[in-house]
DNA sequence: TCTGGGGTCCTAGGACCC
DNA sequence: TCTGGGGTCCTAGGACCC
């Protein structure tokens, strides 16, 4: 297979808007404009299950993905409370990646309901537009981050999404609530100069050109890469600002954080990123099944149960795809939300699915297992696919 | 009201070999 | 009864993202 990594002039990052919401919407039409939460089987009183996507009117309330079904219910009582479909959404997601593909662009998939496209064109913006409108057609609706690389296009859908609409601009503090679609606060985006200009209206440039001007001031954690862990331990070292990272020593932070992740924080402070679009399918390295139950796990014999039932399904699921296991993992968690993981490598790779299943079973016995288990996981590496 | 599920990549330490 | 350094493989854990 051909990697297309032309140089491209611009990077589009389009972003559907509340996406499994908005799948909802398309065959629920009654439904719109009302508090959909879609999550875990659609009951709101089901403990340990989140909400994977709210709708605006539900964001509203202050519901959020990643919040507990039990308290976004209480927050929002009248909220219509709605199932995970993966299927459809999986289907849905797959027609908008072909739609994005009729036009002139190369498409790197990145998500259910994101995709980079590289373009060689003199106006990204109209392109932006007519790919805006194409997505109307499909019944959803998407925001448009243009930049002159990936990292700038995809902060630039923050500035892009519309304001007031419960969805941040970059910097705004809401990192990773670990869902999809999932949208912070709705303070205005700032830059302690009053608001930018154009943000809010679905599509945003942003390059070397405003950089600075929209994201000096800005916390570090607005950086598509540093999470809360690391925007506190840049803290800790005076660093709080995209300026004061683009402005830190190179080696003070390779000795913070690594010779291979200091140097890309102060990349990222820079703005500097891939330009690369990658069309080829991407080819998983691992392949993993878990499951928070609803009440926890303290009998042996059960617990064993399971982690055989979790293998067999993830190792079905690796051999219908073709692929061949190098290791086996067994992730616990327990009621303290204790996570550990232990792993072996097999002797040989294999897809005899009772090897894996056998040495899950092993791994698990090198656990000590002494309080009750909210989670257990399997997790299956795989042998890399031969180049074409 | 406690905190889902599915991924990727990086770092660090110990074992082992030369 | 010593001592070194490099390289690779393996495991555990951390961090981030959708």
């Known amino acids: 297979m051909r990697y297309d990594v032309l140089v491209a002039r611009w990077l589009l990052h389009v972003d559907l808007d509340q ?13 719109r404009g009302l508090p959909v939460i879609v999550g875990g089987n659609g009951d709101p009183a089901e403990p340990r299950k989140v909400v994977t996507c709210a709708s605006y009117p539900a964001r509203s309330f202050g519901v959020r993905a990643g919040m507990p079904l039990r308290q976004a219910a ?31 662009v190369r498409v790197e998939v990145l998500g259910w309901d994101e995709a980079f ?21 499909l019944d959803l609706t998407c925001s448009i981050g243009i930049g002159d690389n990936k990292l700038r296009a995809k902060l630039a859908t923050g500035f892009a999404k519309a304001v007031g609409k419960g969805v941040a601009a970059p910097g705004t503090g809401e990192a990773a609530t670990g869902a999809s679609g999932s949208g912070g606060a709705a303070p205005e985006p700032v830059t302690g100069d009053g608001p930018v200009p154009g943000a809010g209206t679905g599509i945003f440039r942003l390059t070397a050109d405003n950089w600075s001007a929209l994201m000096a001031g800005r916390p570090t954690s607005a950086l598509w ?12 070292l005076g660093i ?5 990272l683009a402005a830190a020593d190179r080696d003070r932070l390779a000795a913070a954080f690594g010779p291979s992740t200091g140097p890309y924080l102060w990349v990222l402070g ?12 991407h080819v998983p390295v691992g392949r993993s099944k878990s499951e928070t139950f609803p009440r926890d ?35 616990v968690r327990t009621s303290t939300f204790f996570t550990r993981t232990k792993q072996r490598k097999l002797p040989a790779p294999t897809t005899d699915i009772a090897e894996i299943v056998h040495t899950a079973l092993e791994v698990l016995g090198r656990f000590e297992l002494d309080r009750p288990i909210r989670l257990l996981g ?11």
Request: net charge negative; proline share 6%; glycine share 4%.
């Open 19 to 31: 996406f499994q919401a908005a799948v909802e919407f398309r065959r629920h039409r009654e439904l």
């Open 74 to 104: 209480r927050l929002c009582p009248d909220a219509i409370f709605l199932p995970l479909d993966m299927a459809t959404y999986e289907e849905v997601s797959a027609e908008v990646m072909d739609l994005l593909r009729t036009f002139p």
């Open 117 to 137: 496209l590289a373009a060689d064109i003199d106006d990204p913006e109209r392109l932006a537009r007519e790919i805006r409108g194409a997505i109307t057609e």
């Open 225 to 236: 890469g540093i999470g809360s862990r690391i925007a506190k331990r840049l803290s800790e």
């Open 240 to 244: 709080d600002t995209v300026a004061q």
């Open 270 to 281: 820079h703005g500097a990123g891939d330009t690369d679009v990658v069309t080829a399918p």
């Open 297 to 331: 796990l303290t009998d042996r014999a059960e617990i064993e149960t399971q982690v055989a039932r979790l293998a067999t399904a993830v190792a079905e699921e690796v051999a219908a795809d073709g692929r061949i296991t190098t290791r086996v993992g067994v992730i």
């Open 378 to 388: 399997v997790r299956l590496e795989l042998v890399p696919l031969d180049p074409p």
